[in-house]
Nanobody
Framework: QVQLVQSGGGSAQVGGSLKLSCTSS????????VVWYQQAPGKEREMVAI???????GYGNPGKGRFTISQDTAKNAWYLQMSDLKTEDTAVYFC???????????WGQGTQVTVSS
């Protein structure tokens, strides 16, 4: 069983930056895609960014141009660097290894990000 543990997040002001981390209990590089999701209050969960098994990255609409996904294979970790934060970035963020191989369905516990003006 794979466990994803998130850290980072918290509060920031408009224009500030935060970095979210997601660490896996096992090496799943090349096996699962890893996705960051945003769950804003009263809204559907949206994909923010993805790193696919082949190492390529993609981005959804939330944070496009302001958020950067990365990975560190030595640490079994993925990151979401969030810059130029806006109040609409306020949400719970989840990392998930939910695509790729058939048994990829692992989720982090979620972390709150609150952006205030």
């Amino acid at each position: 069983q794979v466990q994803l543990v998130q850290s980072g997040g918290g509060s920031a002001q408009v224009g500030g930056s935060l970095k979210l981390s997601c660490t896996s209990s096992r090496n799943i590089f090349g096996y699962c895609d890893v996705v960051w999701y945003q769950q804003a209050p009263g809204k559907e969960r949206e994909m923010v960014a993805i790193i696919r098994r082949d190492g390529t990255a993609g981005y959804g609409n939330p944070g496009k141009g302001r958020f950067t996904i990365s990975q560190d294979t030595a640490k079994n970790a993925w990151y979401l660097q969030m810059s130029d934060l806006k109040t609409e970035d306020t949400a719970v963020y989840f990392c998930a290894a939910d695509r790729g191989a058939r048994d990829c369905n692992y989720w982090g516990q979620g972390t709150q990000v609150t952006v205030s003006s």
